[in-house]
């Protein structure tokens, strides 16, 4: 039953002091507001409590993304979409850039904030284990000033933290240091967004003359908090990576973590794939390449791991079209061979959100259609080159293949995605027409896949020029 709007009161003070002002006044009696994406499900379920309600919803103080030469302060109020469109968060927190992806959709991710992400508290929540991996620090602010304090001892049970009623959290500070660390992310859901986690891992890892030099590994869903595995990461630190390890790792996760039967899954499934993940991370951190093992004979590749960031992800952007997977490219380097190359490309293309996807979706042209002049050269060419068969087709098969194009986008709301390397006009015709069939849900996993197929072909072609 729906919450009736009399039994809450709500105001906007519209500055930070007056804000903790009030909440000093009648602590525990005023609820802080901001983008509003978990209370008003609660409202709109009849569960949340007839409340005093205090927006704290845009306020300069809290919107704020700072750079200092150590440090990266980032507002509590800030959004999620903030934090993706962020170049220094991007490029040195690719953690925290690829947690914002998964955050709920496009709607939640202009609203959704990362301060509010904190004080919800839900052990579930897909950014908070990337905070306990960059050891993030939080400054809580009320009318007493502010103090300081390592996130990893903010959650004191579920749905229980160290805030006092009278603070807000103002800002989230993340040191500068983790140029050198591979980072690793896997959402285990539904879906890659718009799900809930039934399992997520954040990781960060540094080699270092063939051992484990450093490493941080936090999981969610996985315990009544955000957890950072302390145990497993005392058995790793210092050894080298082989299947001796990487099995007692997954049995000290396993003891480490407290996983609970709920509607989305089992304890049990939960513990074996938390562990299956840490060894995942594991297999990739011990795959990263030392600079003496990278292909010097590629001229491409060996050009692309020494060229900036921007430069890195404006060269191969073209294969692929989505720009968070150029970016997390980028983030990958230096990548030893093709092979790598690849693997790193799945990988990141895996765990992108359906609004990356559709970015790349909509580098292409239709199916049957010339490129666009806006279309960057390379991959305008190289789509020519993928639909040669379907451009030699006669005017029958093209004007069929036209309707069935106008047909899908009515029916999904973008254009046909298809690997057509090889493919007639008659044969992706017939591919198209099955795939109208599909749900939304299944045929924006078949375009993914088909997507992520166009990009090991180009990947391939992008490494022999």
Same mark, same amino acid.
């Given at each position: ?314 060269? #191969?952007?073209?294969?692929? @079209?989505?720009? &968070? ?6 983030? !990958? =380097?230096? /990548?030893?061979?093709? %092979? ?76 046909? #995605?298809?690997?057509?390397? @090889?493919?007639? &006009? ?6 198209? !027409? =099955?795939? /109208?069939?599909?749900? %939304? ?25």
């Amino acid at each position: 039953m729906r919450s009736n709007p009399s039994d809450y009161e709500m105001i906007a003070p519209g500055s930070l002091h007056a804000i903790v002002s009030l909440l000093a006044k009648e602590p525990g009696k005023w609820l802080p507001l901001a983008g509003g994406t978990d209370l008003m499900v609660q409202y709109a379920a009849g569960k949340l409590p007839p409340r005093k309600l205090i927006s704290i919803w845009n306020l300069p103080e809290l919107r704020r993304i700072e750079v200092t030469p150590n440090e990266l302060q980032i507002g509590a109020g800030c959004t999620y979409t903030d934090l993706r469109s962020h170049e220094v968060v991007a490029r040195e927190f690719p953690l925290l850039a690829g947690a914002a992806r998964w955050t709920g959709g496009i709607a939640n991710q202009n609203r959704g904030t990362i301060g509010g992400n904190i004080v919800n508290a839900s052990p579930a929540a897909d950014s908070l284990p990337t905070l306990l991996a960059y050891e993030a620090e939080l400054v809580l602010v009320s009318v007493r000033g502010e103090r300081k304090l390592p996130y990893v001892s903010f959650h004191t049970g579920y749905k229980q933290t160290l805030l006092a009623p009278d603070e807000l959290i103002q800002t989230v500070c993340l040191q500068r240091r983790y140029s050198r660390y591979f980072s690793h992310a896997r959402k285990v859901g539904a879906r890659n967004a718009q799900a809930i986690s039934k399992v997520c891992i954040a990781g960060l890892g540094r080699m270092a003359n063939g051992v484990v030099e450093d490493i941080r590994v936090a999981l969610g869903s996985v315990a009544p908090v955000p957890l950072r595995l302390t145990k497993t990461e005392q058995v790793v630190k210092g050894q080298t990576v082989d299947a001796a390890l990487m099995t007692l790792a997954k049995k000290t996760t396993m003891a480490e973590i407290r996983p609970i039967d709920d509607i989305r899954s089992t304890a049990r499934y939960r513990s074996e794939v938390a562990g299956n993940l840490v060894v995942e991370f594991l297999n990739h951190l011990n795959s990263q390449p030392a600079e003496s093992a990278l292909d010097m004979d590629n001229e491409v590749l060996a050009g692309w791991n020494r060229a900036s960031d921007s430069d890195a992800m404006s060269t #191969i952007l073209p294969c692929c @079209g989505s720009n &968070a997977w150029a970016r997390g490219m980028a983030g !990958r =380097r230096p /990548l030893a061979d093709e %092979a790598a190359v690849l693997v790193a490309s799945n990988d990141i293309w895996r765990n992108l959100s359906p609004s990356d996807w559709m970015d790349a979706f909509q580098s292409h042209p239709r199916i049957g259609e010339t490129p666009k002049a806006q279309t960057p050269t390379q991959s305008g060419a190289w789509s020519t080159q993928e639909q040669r068969k379907v451009a030699d087709a006669d005017a029958a098969a093209k004007e069929a293949l036209s309707e069935a194009n106008g047909e899908y986008e009515r029916r999904f709301g973008r254009i046909f #995605i298809v690997c057509a390397t @090889g493919k007639s &006009a008659p044969e992706i015709l017939e591919i198209m !027409r =099955r795939r /109208l069939q599909n749900s %939304a849900e299944t045929e924006l996993e078949e375009a993914a896949e088909q997507q992520r197929q166009i990009t090991e072909i180009r990947l391939r072609k992008w490494l022999q020029r």
